[in-house]
């Protein structure tokens, strides 16, 4: 779909529901959304344009129903259907906005389009959070980019970025606390203070001050019999909530079903560890020298965590993450030696491409005015961006999955990924990044991988205590 054909349908839908303004001016308003999201379709298309049609489609949907609950049924009915087809403009024009990599089975789909409707959503609330608190014009901290990708440069990172993830003390000093959520097995909350320190001096003082940032944390989910193989799993970009992470995880399966011993990290500046009240505030959205101290900083406390895990007597450790946790997987993956196996889950990849989807191209125009461009961002994050580094892990313990209706962390970005990688198994599902259509066969996919690799000592373990029981 054509952005021109996009702006003549919802500006039809947006007329209907003006013409319907005498009735309700609840509908005038949801009319006068879609007619300016088509205003702006046809002056430039914008990429933000499919997420403001999708959302206003939203609210009409929600306005229909609640019009026919209360007995509107012919006035509730029209509702529902404008809502729904400026709904289907905006997903398809999200669909035709990126090249497809793979093919997408039924794209007219309802399924397929509240997939994709879902992402938008999204993607709105981080554009309409933007326009209410932008970020610092890019020209205050373009010169501190262009010193740290020069810093890269002078100290070798960018051609070896493991140079700037030096091995970090071991764990010794911690607490144990004991942690009781709804509907969920026992568990222990790890706690130790983090003692990293950025390498940007342009933010270490600022990113220091955030008190809470500075304890590390972790949940323990432990079999009392004896130590299990452990998968560590981190969470996605404004997660960190430790009872829903646990179930986006699926935690009571992997560990209850499947036997492993599982370690829920917080990422910096999230949950218990955000700056305010958004968790994960500063990790993408400040100073883009922060975003390097974050990635750095839970790649340090990660590697401390793994350490005590093995000490602790885990026979096998692995890593599972999810969007942003997907690519601090695929990063970890790269700097610690030993693990069982790496599994990235809607993996982002590349991080400019990720922030700059919804970017208008006024805002483009604008960063590059000053210098501010993908390749200098690219340099200056070196440290951090998985296509830079090798993975440590051996080809058979990494899996990708993946979404086809993903519109957050497109699918080819995950074949990025994909090649860098050497081309390991991948699984891919008919859903998108929040809403994971064909969940079952990913998560039989994900168990198959998880008892080939990470449970695999474990079970050559218990043949031979088998062995001797039956000798003895």
């Given at each position: 779909m054509t952005a021109r054909n996009a702006a003549k349908l919802l500006a039809a839908f947006g007329l209907a529901l003006v013409v319907?303004?005498?009735?309700?001016?609840?509908?005038?308003?949801?009319?006068?959304?879609?007619?300016?999201?088509?205003?702006?379709l046809w002056r430039r298309p914008a990429p933000a344009a499919a997420a403001w049609a999708v959302v206003g489609a939203g609210l009409a949907l929600l306005y229909g129903l609640t019009l026919v609950l209360a007995g509107e049924l012919g006035f509730g009915l029209l509702c529902l259907a404008f809502g729904a087809g400026a709904g289907f403009v905006g997903t398809q024009l999200s669909l035709a906005a990126h090249p497809r990599t793979r093919p997408l089975p039924a794209p007219l789909s309802v399924r397929t389009n509240l997939a994709v409707a879902a992402d938008e959503a999204m993607k709105?609330?981080?554009?309409?959070?933007?326009?209410?608190?932008?970020?610092?014009?890019?020209?205050?901290?373009?010169?501190?980019?262009?010193?740290?990708a020069e810093r890269n440069r002078a100290s070798g990172v960018l051609s070896d970025p493991s140079l700037?993830?030096?091995?970090?003390?071991?764990?010794?000093?911690?607490?144990?606390?004991?942690?009781?959520?709804?509907?969920?097995?026992?568990?222990?909350?790890?706690r130790f203070e983090s003692e990293f320190e950025p390498r940007d001096p342009e933010v270490r003082e600022r990113y220091l001050g955030v008190a809470a940032n500075r304890t590390a944390r972790a949940?323990?989910?432990?079999?009392?019999?004896?130590?299990?193989?452990?998968?560590?799993?981190?969470?996605?970009?404004?997660?960190g909530r430790p009872g829903l992470d646990a179930r986006a995880f699926d935690v009571p399966r992997l560990h209850q079903?499947?036997?492993?011993?599982?370690?829920?990290?917080?990422?910096?500046?999230?949950?218990?560890?955000?700056a305010g009240r958004r968790s994960?505030?500063?990790?993408?959205?400040?100073?883009?020298?922060?975003?390097?101290?974050?990635?750095?900083?839970?790649?340090?406390?990660?590697?401390?965590?793994?350490?005590?895990?093995?000490?602790?007597?885990?026979?096998?450790?692995?890593?599972?993450?999810?969007?942003?946790?997907?690519?601090?997987?695929?990063?970890?993956?790269?700097?610690?030696?030993?693990?069982?196996?790496?599994?990235?889950?809607?993996?982002?990849?590349?991080?400019?491409?990720?922030?700059?989807?919804?970017?208008?191209?006024d805002e483009?125009?604008?960063?590059?005015?000053?210098?501010?461009?993908?390749?200098?961002?690219?340099?200056?994050?070196?440290?951090?961006?998985?296509?830079?580094?090798?993975?440590?892990?051996?080809?058979e313990g990494r899996l990708i999955l993946a979404g086809l209706s993903d519109r957050i962390c497109m699918p080819d970005q995950v074949e990025a990924l994909w090649e860098h990688w050497d081309?390991?198994?991948?699984?891919?599902?008919?859903?998108?990044?929040?809403?994971?259509?064909?969940?079952?066969?990913?998560r039989e996919r994900l168990d198959v991988h998880l008892r080939a690799t990470l449970l695999a000592p474990e079970q050559r373990l218990s043949r031979f205590r088998g062995l001797l029981q039956a000798a003895g």
């Amino acid at each position: 779909m054509t952005a021109r054909n996009a702006a003549k349908l919802l500006a039809a839908f947006g007329l209907a529901l003006v013409v319907l303004a005498s009735a309700s001016w609840v509908a005038a308003l949801l009319g006068l959304w879609q007619l300016g999201v088509a205003a702006s379709l046809w002056r430039r298309p914008a990429p933000a344009a499919a997420a403001w049609a999708v959302v206003g489609a939203g609210l009409a949907l929600l306005y229909g129903l609640t019009l026919v609950l209360a007995g509107e049924l012919g006035f509730g009915l029209l509702c529902l259907a404008f809502g729904a087809g400026a709904g289907f403009v905006g997903t398809q024009l999200s669909l035709a906005a990126h090249p497809r990599t793979r093919p997408l089975p039924a794209p007219l789909s309802v399924r397929t389009n509240l997939a994709v409707a879902a992402d938008e959503a999204m993607k709105w609330y981080w554009h309409a959070t933007g326009l209410v608190s932008p970020p610092p014009e890019p020209a205050l901290w373009i010169e501190s980019l262009r010193k740290a990708a020069e810093r890269n440069r002078a100290s070798g990172v960018l051609s070896d970025p493991s140079l700037a993830h030096p091995p970090p003390p071991a764990l010794e000093k911690h607490t144990l606390r004991r942690f009781e959520g709804i509907g969920l097995p026992s568990a222990e909350e790890l706690r130790f203070e983090s003692e990293f320190e950025p390498r940007d001096p342009e933010v270490r003082e600022r990113y220091l001050g955030v008190a809470a940032n500075r304890t590390a944390r972790a949940l323990l989910w432990r079999h009392r019999s004896s130590p299990r193989p452990v998968l560590i799993v981190i969470h996605g970009y404004g997660m960190g909530r430790p009872g829903l992470d646990a179930r986006a995880f699926d935690v009571p399966r992997l560990h209850q079903s499947l036997g492993l011993d599982i370690a829920l990290v917080t990422l910096p500046l999230h949950g218990a560890r955000a700056a305010g009240r958004r968790s994960g505030a500063g990790f993408l959205d400040a100073h883009p020298l922060a975003t390097n101290a974050a990635f750095e900083q839970a790649i340090w406390e990660l590697r401390r965590l793994c350490g005590w895990l093995r000490a602790q007597g885990a026979p096998a450790v692995g890593v599972h993450g999810m969007s942003l946790g997907g690519y601090t997987a695929a990063l970890f993956s790269s700097l610690e030696r030993g693990l069982a196996c790496a599994v990235p889950l809607v993996p982002a990849v590349s991080l400019p491409a990720v922030l700059g989807a919804s970017r208008s191209p006024d805002e483009s125009r604008r960063r590059e005015s000053v210098g501010l461009t993908d390749a200098l961002l690219s340099d200056a994050w070196a440290s951090h961006d998985p296509l830079r580094h090798r993975p440590l892990v051996a080809p058979e313990g990494r899996l990708i999955l993946a979404g086809l209706s993903d519109r957050i962390c497109m699918p080819d970005q995950v074949e990025a990924l994909w090649e860098h990688w050497d081309r390991p198994s991948i699984h891919w599902f008919p859903g998108s990044h929040l809403a994971p259509f064909g969940r079952r066969a990913l998560r039989e996919r994900l168990d198959v991988h998880l008892r080939a690799t990470l449970l695999a000592p474990e079970q050559r373990l218990s043949r031979f205590r088998g062995l001797l029981q039956a000798a003895g």
